[in-house]
């Protein structure tokens, strides 16, 4: 049985690269987030989410792991720095978890530089290897990243399976060895005082068998051979006696992983505390995500781990573009709409770093201002289709993860106070009227609201663990929903809109305002309005 404290708490993720650079070399460094606690603290984070700080080529963004037992030390800081991180955070009460990723490794990953070697090393299987040819690879798989999942290699002409890049390839869960040797790893982190884990892309570890026939190139269907394939569970069992024992704290980043099955990986039995789903947060190719499928796939995960199991709702993470251009229109008002949308429903809300100050994508005019591999991969891409380097940059960068991924924002001084070096990504120019300082200072800031949000789900129960109840789930711009004695109505547009309710409303309170209601079924909203509402 698990333990349940992660139900009242709030999350928060940390990209450390952009977080804060203590020693001038323009990279965010372990010691940044320790200076920063306080900050955090003061926020009412519970518990922080850290991006990848392990040993890497960093040919994305750390989510290519060489050793798994080392930090990059050279950038992020010792394994003594770590040691002081979570013990001044557990001195704050607050816990720290860190990536598992699992999945692959680095191609520069000892296991790798073995296996590639010869047929019979014997680290060949830890890996997927089949013969192959440039013109019969073992099937017409592509990858996340664009291209096969296949590619071919000297010295022993066989082909290697990776789901990402080809810098990440696939590690071979079928292979006792592998799972010994993660689990041993898993233990080890544990052993060294960390909370728990966000387990990277945790849903593709199991493939589907190399002849299956992708139905069709549309949408998601291409990803169905390595989504929750049939067999994973017995992984997922084995992973589970481990957390247990630690009580860690655990977050599965499990796409593929429909809202039906959700509840039997969350519940009291299931092998992981939550669940990131991705549904909620599709785009299109302007970079706007469609509210009414947004509204969709968050009503359906809400209700359909009503009964059992246990959600973890975000808005943004250091893959996706900023949500105040995503789903708002880059005001604050449209960034504290959603904050108010997202932050009190059921499940453990995670804040990624720079959103509760609604810091924006960036306006990118040169690909050289890019890191992101997907987004370069995806630029070359077009400009070989013959787009210009103008439409090519629009296109590949309009959802690229650097949008997230630029400098944390803290004040206006020079680098926005994330460096006194030269920023490794540059720093989005509106620094200066949108950072921490001024939105501390500013009683109406989004960030202030988000510390009201947050103190809202500490102090009532009926916010972190009651229940929920949807209403008007058809309207096209406005969420509401009651949760126990509350109410709480969104409108997630610029156009004023009226909802009518069958609810009493003259029995609740405006809990911002503290005004009685009138008399009224039917609500008048602003553009982007946000009420939250108490029973008397
Ligand atoms: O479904 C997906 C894409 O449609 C995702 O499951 C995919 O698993 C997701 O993009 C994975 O992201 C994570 O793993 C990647 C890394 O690049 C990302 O930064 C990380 O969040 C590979 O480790
Ligand atoms: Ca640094």
């Known amino acids: 049985m698990k333990s349940n404290w992660f139900k009242q708490a709030v999350g928060y993720q940390i990209y450390p690269k952009s977080f804060r650079d203590t020693n001038g070399d323009g990279i965010g460094d372990i010691n940044g987030i320790i200076e920063k606690l306080p900050y955090l603290k003061d ?5 922080i989410w850290i991006n990848p700080i392990y040993k890497s080529p960093q040919f994305d963004g750390g989510y290519d792991i060489s050793d798994y037992y080392a930090l ?43 296996s590639r070697k010869s047929k019979d090393n014997p680290y060949r299987d830890y890996y997927h290897w089949q013969p192959a040819t440039p013109d019969h690879l073992p099937n017409n798989w592509v990858s996340f990243f664009g291209g096969s999942t ?61 002849d299956f026939k992708i139905k069709s190139f549309k949408d998601n269907d291409p990803w169905e051979p390595f ?95 900023r949500v105040i251009d995503v789903l708002g229109d880059g005001t604050d ?36 201002q890019v890191d992101a591999t997907d987004t370069i991969y995806l630029y070359h891409e077009k400009v070989a289709a013959g787009l210009s380097k103008a439409a090519a940059l629009k296109a590949a960068t309009v959802n690229s993860r650097d949008h997230s991924r630029t400098p944390m924002q803290w004040d206006a001084t020079e ?55 949807f209403l008007c789930p058809d309207h096209p711009t406005v969420l509401a929903y009651e949760r126990d004695e509350f109410l709480i109505v969104t409108n997630l547009s610029a156009e004023p809109t009226t909802v009518i309710f069958e609810v009493p409303l003259q029995e609740y309170t405006d809990v911002i305002s503290q005004a009685e209601l009138p008399t009224l079924t039917d609500l008048q909203l602003e553009g982007w309005a946000y009420r939250i509402y108490k029973k008397n």
């Open 43 to 47: 926020l009412g984070i519970d518990f």
């Open 72 to 114: 990059d030390e050279a950038r992020f800081g010792t394994m003594a720095d770590l040691q002081n991180l979570i013990s001044r955070a557990h001195s704050l009460e607050m816990k720290i978890i860190m990536d598992l990723v699992v999945n692959h490794t680095s191609d520069q990953h000892p296991w790798f530089i073995e």
């Open 150 to 210: 296949w590619t071919i290699d000297e010295p022993t002409g066989e082909a290697y399976f990776h789901v990402f890049a080809k810098e990440q390839p696939d590690l071979n869960w079928h292979n006792p060895k592998v799972r010994e040797e993660i689990y041993a790893m898993v233990r080890w982190w544990l052993e060294q005082g960390i909370d728990g884990f966000r387990l990277d892309a945790i849903s593709h570890i199991e493939k589907a068998p190399w």
């Open 227 to 321: 989504m929750n394939v049939a067999g994973i569970e017995a992984y997922m069992q084995e992973f589970k006696k481990i957390f247990d024992a630690y009580d860690a704290l655990t977050v599965g980043e499990a796409s593929g992983v429909s809202s039906k099955k959700a509840p039997d990986w969350t519940d009291d039995q299931g092998y992981i505390d939550m669940i990131f789903e991705l549904e909620h947060s599709v785009k299109d190719d302007t970079g706007k995500a469609d509210l009414k499928r947004f509204k969709e796939a968050i009503i359906r995960w809400q209700e359909d781990m009503l009964a059992r199991g246990w959600n973890a709702p975000y808005l943004e993470n250091h893959d996706q573009p």
């Open 333 to 368: 008002a449209s960034a504290k709409a959603l904050a108010v949308a997202y932050m009190l429903l059921r499940g453990t809300p995670f804040i990624y770093q720079g959103q509760e100050i609604g810091m924006t994508n960036f306006d990118y005019t040169d690909i050289s």
């Open 415 to 469: 680098n926005a106070g994330f460096t006194d070096g030269q920023p490794w990504l540059a720093i989005n120019p509106n620094y200066r009227e949108k950072n921490i300082a001024v939105s501390q200072a500013d009683p109406d800031s989004i960030l202030n609201l988000y510390k009201f949000l947050i103190q809202l789900r500490h102090e009532n129960q009926a916010i972190s663990e009651g229940g929920i109840k």
